[in-house]
């Protein structure tokens, strides 16, 4: 680990936590490098990717819908294939659903409401890229704040993922009605990770819980060591 | 030329909104078992061939109207729409 980890972090229109997630990152040893939706590429040297928070296009049809369609999504999904590491985080882990480059979708809450609260997330698979620095069983407490968040795969879907070990992360109690209660998942290579708490929010113990240190560290750590395919 | 999708929740889909539309008509007096909310899109195609609207407006729920894994679609096109 010579060198800081550039991790470039989109934004789109309606995004409102990529300044969080650059601070965060910043305080976590990485050097954030701003990208825009609108940009063909990332920014020169990006060895990771994160898609924030926010309400990317007015959430207009369906969240993350027309977000995949962003002219830097193609670069994103250069940046997958590549074997580097991507972190959705929220509206980032519904445009990466809607990509197709995780599995499954997000909807609208069971409970009809937003929800904006810490909540505990469990570790349950290491078999990603993100966790290097990660425990099976290991508790994370990290806020989160979405109205959209319940995760959704067919029960054929949430076998295969959990078979394969891309069940990464998963709430301690049912927080929004997502389907086996998955915080986050990541794609089958390991690369590729979503979640809805925000870990971004976590990083800080002045404000609260630091649940997002092992994320965000995962991410850099990734991003330092990618898994590039030979 | 004008064309509708009409996009629905799967069958077997739960659907919140459906539920609390549901509820809400049962608190008014309507005698109701169900409700489901889905979707319209209308959409001017520029195109007088009912065939050629048909299968742009298939393409385009494929890729953008409609998130295949949660939802199904219909179109009509011309009068029907």
Same mark, same amino acid.
């Given at each position: 680990?010579?060198d +800081? +980890?550039?991790i470039?972090v989109?934004?789109?229109?309606g995004s409102?936590?990529?300044?969080?997630?650059?601070?965060?990152?910043?305080l976590l040893?990485?050097?954030?490098?701003?990208?825009?939706?609108?940009?063909?590429?990332?920014?020169?040297g990006?060895?990771?990717v994160?898609?924030?928070?926010?309400?990317?296009?007015?959430?207009?049809?369906?969240?993350?819908?027309i977000?995949?369609?962003?002219?830097?999504?193609?670069?994103?999904?250069a940046?997958a294939?590549?074997?580097?590491?991507?972190?959705?985080i929220?509206?980032?882990?519904?445009?990466?659903?809607?990509?197709?480059?995780?599995?499954?979708?997000?909807?609208?809450?069971?409970?009809?409401?937003?929800?904006?609260r810490?909540?505990?997330?469990?570790?349950?698979s290491?078999?990603?890229?993100?966790a290097?620095?990660?425990?099976?069983?290991q508790?994370?407490?990290i806020?989160?704040?979405?109205?959209e968040?319940?995760?959704?795969?067919?029960?054929?879907?949430?076998?295969?993922?959990?078979?394969r070990?891309?069940?990464?992360?998963?709430?301690?109690e049912?927080?929004?009605?997502a389907?086996?209660?998955?915080?986050?998942?990541?794609?089958?290579?390991?690369?590729?990770?979503?979640?809805?708490?925000?870990?971004e929010?976590?990083?800080?113990p002045?404000?609260?819980?630091?649940?997002?240190?092992p994320?965000?560290?995962?991410?850099?750590?990734?991003?330092?060591?990618?898994?590039?395919?030979? | 030329?004008?064309?509708?999708?009409?996009i629905?929740p799967?069958?077997?889909?739960?659907?919140?909104? =459906?539920? %609390?539309?549901?509820? %809400?008509?049962?608190?008014?007096?309507?005698a109701?078992?169900?409700a489901?909310?889905g979707r319209?899109?209308?959409?001017?195609?520029?195109t007088?061939?009912?065939a050629e609207?048909?299968? %742009?407006?298939?393409?385009?729920?494929?890729?953008?109207?409609?998130?295949?894994l949660?939802?199904?679609?219909?179109?009509?096109v =011309?009068?029907? %729409?």
């Amino acid at each position: 680990m010579s060198d +800081a +980890a550039r991790i470039a972090v989109v934004t789109f229109p309606g995004s409102n936590d990529d300044g969080d997630a650059a601070l965060a990152l910043e305080l976590l040893g990485a050097v954030p490098v701003r990208a825009w939706h609108a940009d063909l590429e990332l920014p020169e040297g990006t060895e990771g990717v994160v898609l924030p928070g926010g309400f990317s296009y007015g959430d207009y049809l369906r969240c993350g819908a027309i977000a995949r369609f962003a002219p830097v999504m193609e670069a994103v999904a250069a940046v997958a294939a590549s074997g580097r590491p991507v972190l959705g985080i929220c509206n980032g882990f519904q445009i990466l659903c809607e990509a197709g480059l995780l599995p499954g979708v997000l909807r609208p809450n069971r409970q009809q409401r937003f929800v904006c609260r810490d909540v505990t997330v469990t570790v349950e698979s290491t078999s990603s890229a993100f966790a290097g620095g990660w425990e099976v069983g290991q508790v994370l407490v990290i806020p989160v704040k979405h109205g959209e968040g319940s995760w959704y795969g067919d029960p054929d879907l949430l076998g295969e993922l959990e078979a394969r070990g891309q069940v990464a992360l998963r709430y301690a109690e049912d927080v929004n009605g997502a389907v086996g209660r998955i915080a986050g998942v990541t794609n089958e290579a390991g690369n590729v990770l979503g979640l809805m708490p925000h870990p971004e929010h976590a990083v800080d113990p002045l404000l609260g819980p630091t649940g997002g240190v092992p994320v965000l560290r995962g991410l850099i750590e990734a991003a330092l060591t990618p898994v590039l395919p030979g | 030329m004008k064309a509708t999708v009409l996009i629905r929740p799967k069958e077997g889909i739960l659907d919140p909104q =459906g539920e %609390a539309v549901g509820d %809400a008509l049962r608190t008014l007096g309507f005698a109701v078992s169900g409700a489901r909310v889905g979707r319209l899109v209308d959409v001017q195609v520029d195109t007088d061939d009912p065939a050629e609207a048909r299968a %742009a407006l298939d393409r385009m729920s494929h890729e953008l109207l409609a998130n295949p894994l949660i939802e199904s679609f219909t179109i009509e096109v =011309g009068e029907d %729409a």
